[in-house]
């Protein structure tokens, strides 16, 4: 069995850019709706249902994220063959 120094490998990491990219794209799109506000003068309601169309997805794509991490290391860490 390795000894893990950080949280995943670098292999692993590799595996799961497909959608740490993402996320970071939905960080850039909340920040910059924070920032220059495109719809000013709307309702309560409109600015939590565009942060809503944003964290959520944000939220289920990270865990889906952590728990593809682990399975993949879980894989890499079983020994195939003789």
Same mark, same amino acid.
């Given at each position: 069995?390795?000894?893990?120094?950080?949280? !995943? =490998?670098?292999?692993?990491? !590799?595996?799961?850019?497909?959608?740490?990219?993402?996320l970071?794209?939905?960080?850039?799109?909340a920040?910059?709706?924070?920032?220059?506000?495109?719809?000013?003068?709307?309702?309560?309601?409109?600015?939590?249902?565009?942060?809503?169309?944003?964290?959520?997805?944000?939220?289920?794509?990270?865990?889906?994220?952590?728990?593809?991490?682990?399975?993949? =290391?879980?894989?890499?860490?079983?020994?195939?063959?003789?």
């Amino acid at each position: 069995m390795k000894s893990h120094s950080s949280v !995943f =490998e670098k292999d692993v990491l !590799f595996d799961i850019a497909v959608n740490i990219i993402p996320l970071a794209i939905m960080v850039a799109f909340a920040a910059v709706f924070w920032v220059v506000d495109p719809w000013a003068g709307d309702t309560l309601f409109s600015r939590v249902l565009q942060y809503a169309l944003i964290v959520v997805p944000f939220i289920g794509l990270a865990i889906l994220t952590y728990v593809a991490a682990n399975r993949i =290391e879980v894989v890499e860490d079983v020994e195939v063959g003789p």
